[in-house]
Each structure stands twice: as structure tokens, then as C-alpha cells.
């Protein structure tokens, strides 16, 4: 049984979690132990971790604090950024709590208050835009805001203006490096809007354009579990797989496609493909 119901609150109250097993997705909020992750999350750690000597000059950021939280489902993810920015005496940077999944990170945030939370796009329980719906509230607190910077592999579309217009300060891709990390949780820290260089002007042209309306009507119908269980389905995922990753049953999955292709008028799984690719939803 997954350990993703018991959230992770202030650093160094969770030595004792039990290792997740070596099947599934990695849910465990803890970041000591002998995790592997998958090969996705040790790429994207490795670019992370690349910056390391930089960082530990954060340049321009001497005597500033931050308590950060990390919202990543990867373990070894969430150790390599703990690892690279967490060094509070050098970065300024205070990693006050982990969690692997929506409840986790709405029970973390709550309970630890950071300025500012590193969010991940795809988490189990409902995604980043779960997580910034339930948080509401924080982030509309006058004396001390909490802030998200979403931190993602995805770069596409209906992702970052998902989390933008669910509240979120910024959005920068995982090949960022630590150094630039460091630079953008301050930023955040301070109430500006940070992106990768690359989404910028897609952002800007996104929300100033009305030949590039932010919502699609088509994907409007789908529930949040339709829209990531029909993500999955078009990166190729076996209904097995995907009943793992979002902790339900495989009856359940198949009930979630069946309504995916019924509201979107699709016949199988290779015109939902074909359709998800074309929204750039893959």
C-alpha cells in the first residue's frame, strides 16, 4: 500500500517513512533511503543538479531567506533539488517539506506556510491546478502570502496557462539550473511573474491574443481526472499502468476513457492519440 496519505511536514519529521515498494510510482514524501526513481526523474535531476557550483553562489541573493516547499511524484527528483538548493547557509534557500501528491501538498502547505512552493504540472490526486484551487486561500493572504512557481518537464499549452490562471507566479522548465532556480524563488518571493525564456512570449501571446484562446471547449467537457487519464492513454500507457499512477482501479480507468472518447466523439484510443498530440497535450 502506497504511503501517499501520510504528507511530510516540517524538514526532519519524516526519517522514519517506510520505503516505498519497487513497483508503481514513487509516492513517498521522504528523501533519505535508497529510492531509484525513474529514468525521466533522473534526467531531469541531473540537468537541475548541473548548476551546482553556481549556485552555490546564487549570485546577488547574499542574507535573503526562503522556506520552499517540493511538489514532485519523483523522489530522486525532489532529493536532487533538495540537494542543490537546499543548502540554506549558501543558497538562502530553507526546503521546509516534500509531498508526493495533491492531499500531501495541500496538508504540507498548509501546515509548514512557505513563502514560496515549488509545484510540479502532473500530480496523482488532481494535478498542480488541484493543488492551487485548494491553496486559494494562502495565496490571498495580505500579511504573508504563499507563492507557486510551477516547476515542470511539460512545456505544453494547456499546462502553463492552466496553472497561470490558477494562480501561479511563473512557470520554468526542469533544465533550469540551480543557479536560475535560486534567482526565481526569490523572484517569486517578491510577487514578480517568472518564466523560462522560451514560454515567456508564448505566455504574453496566449493572454493578449484572440487568435489564441487559452481554453479549449472540447477539453473544457472533460473532468481533471478525464483530462489525465487521457493524457496518459496518448503517451501509451497500459490501463494497468495508468490505474497505478493514479491510485485507481483498472475498471475505474476504462470507465474515464469510455467518457473521454464519448465526449469528444472519438472511437478508440488511437484517435485520442491523434487528437491529444494535435492540442499538444502529450
Known sequence: MSDASEPVGPRGGSEGAAEPSAAGPDTSTGVTGGATGSDQAADVTADVTAGAVDAAVAGGQEGRRARVVLVDDHRMFRTGVQAEIGRTSITGVEVVGEAADVDQAVTVITTTRPE??????????????EVLRRCAPLMSDAESPVRFLALSVSDAAEDVIGVIRGGARGYVTKTITGTDLVDSIFRVQDGDAVFSPRLAGFVLDAFASTDAPPVDEDLDRLTQREREVLRLIARGYAYKEIAKQLFI???????????????????????????ATARRLV
Request: charged fraction near 20%; charge should be positive.
Open 116 to 129: 514560496v512552493v515549488l509545484l510540479d504540472v502532473h500530480l496523482p490526486g488532481g494535478g498542480g491546478v
Open 249 to 275: 482501479s483498472v475498471k475505474t480507468v476504462e470507465s474515464h476513457v469510455s467518457a473521454v472518447l464519448r465526449k469528444l466523439q472519438l472511437s478508440n484510443r488511437h484517435e485520442l492519440t491523434r487528437w
